[in-house]
């Protein structure tokens, strides 16, 4: 049974990851499918904290919502975002249990797999794969970096979190 704090924490995850996604779209971009991924973060939080069902949730809702909040909801942005999404979930959970990687190591695999599936879903279903595989290598090392900037912010972001809790249930 799931507990109502777990619920309510998952509701506060995808509704901030949302919020980010939402405003990442008005962020101006070098090109329109370009992203940080912010909302990414919380994502990696809630894998990280509560499992992978946690995540799968926080990332579709983020996908979902954060469309309806940037006007992109069915729009092949979507069918993208949630395909790519759904995959770096799998590989960074896998990843974590792996206990192989860090923290910065699990977002940037998570960041290359999200790239690398979408180019293959949009040479699958859009164009061919010959026209995306000149751009493949400057999406990965996009991919990459924001990755690591993701990766670092989940870190400081967990790291505040083990804080204020320790500091809750030192006062308990």
């Avoid at 992203?35 to 799968?56: P, Q």
């Avoid at 910065?104 to 979408?118: E, H, K, L």
């Avoid at 670092?152 to 249930?169: C, D, G, H, N």
């Amino acid at each position: 049974m799931v507990s109502q704090n777990k619920i309510g924490r998952i509701i506060l995850l995808s509704s901030l990851s949302s919020i980010l996604y939402g405003i990442e779209s008005f962020i101006p971009k070098p090109f329109p499918f370009l992203r940080i991924g912010l909302g990414n973060i919380l994502v990696l939080f809630s894998i990280i904290n509560m499992g992978i069902t946690s995540g799968i949730i926080v990332g579709v809702s983020k996908s979902i919502i954060g469309g309806l909040l940037s006007g992109t909801f069915l729009t092949p942005s979507t069918i993208l975002s949630i395909t790519g999404t759904l995959s770096s979930i799998v590989l960074m959970f896998f990843l974590k249990n792996m206990k192989v990687f860090g923290i910065i190591g699990i977002s940037t695999a998570g960041s290359i797999m999200n790239t690398f599936v979408q180019v293959l879903v949009v040479s699958f279903i859009f164009t061919g794969l010959s026209s995306l595989i000149y751009l493949l290598k400057t999406l990965l090392i996009f991919s990459t970096i924001t990755g690591v900037i993701i990766g670092i912010i989940t870190f400081y972001l967990l790291e505040s979190f083990e804080r204020r809790k320790y500091a809750i249930e030192s006062f308990s």
